[in-house]
């Protein structure tokens, strides 16, 4: 039994939903708002119900995987607590039914939590929160620790040099100082949702342009004035290139 959680425990996928977890734990008791941990439980429960239906439908066999407790988190953690409760069951909807019927290759194409939060804020009139996003000297270390594991460092270290290219040279064109950069960049976004496995690309150069081409857009639709998310935005078209990026050459030299 014991042999048995010990190696649950090495898994990534299980660590990352364990940390997503306790942070959440941890900004509801700082912040004394227990119903964050509450419509987070119901985004969870929601994505497990419907990824066991789906599977059940496809394979003809319940299943729940840590994918799916991962997406819950992450809508709680993205869309704000204070909506109507059944916003979050139609995000996790939306959400998991992408992962089973819109694929390429077999896999799913668009970053689950990313489509069900854009959905349900284009046609349901969602708002978010992005909670805890700027606590970068959490989200930071246990970040990169996840980088690394996914093995997304080329993807990181280009979307962070293209971001702070652009937004330094914003900066020094309206005379800001160049450290309040560091204030406002959405640091759940870079650390948690950015290095998605199964939607970003695996190869090194595929990486690369995947990271700079979204902290680009970013720019681009912040600077449009967009009245969505440009994180999620900038995510969700970068998402359809994976497909293509994947088919480049691998770079010589270089492990994917």
């Known amino acids: 039994m014991m042999k048995r959680i010990l190696q649950k425990l090495r898994s990534v996928k299980i660590q990352f939903a364990a940390f997503l977890v306790l942070f959440a734990v941890y900004l509801a008791w700082k912040d004394e708002e227990p119903v964050f941990l509450l419509v987070m439980l119901l985004a969870i429960a929601s994505c497990l119900l419907f990824e066991a239906v789906f599977s059940y439908w496809r394979e003809k066999k319940w299943d729940i995987s840590s994918s799916a407790w991962i997406t819950g988190c992450i809508l709680g953690y993205v869309l704000s607590a204070d909506q109507p409760w059944w916003i979050f069951p139609v995000a996790a909807f939306l959400a998991i039914v992408s992962k089973f019927l819109i694929r390429v290759n077999k896999k799913h194409l668009f970053n689950p939590a990313a489509l069900g939060t854009f959905l349900v804020i284009a046609f349901l009139g969602a708002t978010t929160q992005w909670r805890g996003t700027y606590l970068w000297y959490i989200l930071a270390p246990f970040g990169f620790y996840f980088v690394y594991k996914f093995r997304k460092l080329e993807l990181l270290a280009s979307y962070g040099v293209v971001a702070l290219a652009l937004f330094a040279a914003r900066a020094l064109s309206q005379k800001v100082p160049l450290w309040d950069i560091f204030g406002y960049l959405s640091y759940f976004f870079i650390f948690i949702m950015l290095i998605e496995p199964k939607t ?38 970068f998402n359809l290139t994976v497909p293509l990026l994947n088919k480049l050459p691998a770079l010589k030299g270089v492990k994917s």
């Open 200 to 237: 970003t690309p695996v190869k090194p150069l595929g990486k690369m342009i995947f990271g700079a081409g979204v902290a680009a857009l970013i720019f681009i639709l912040t600077e449009a004035g967009v009245q969505f998310d440009a994180e999620l935005g900038a995510l969700l078209i």
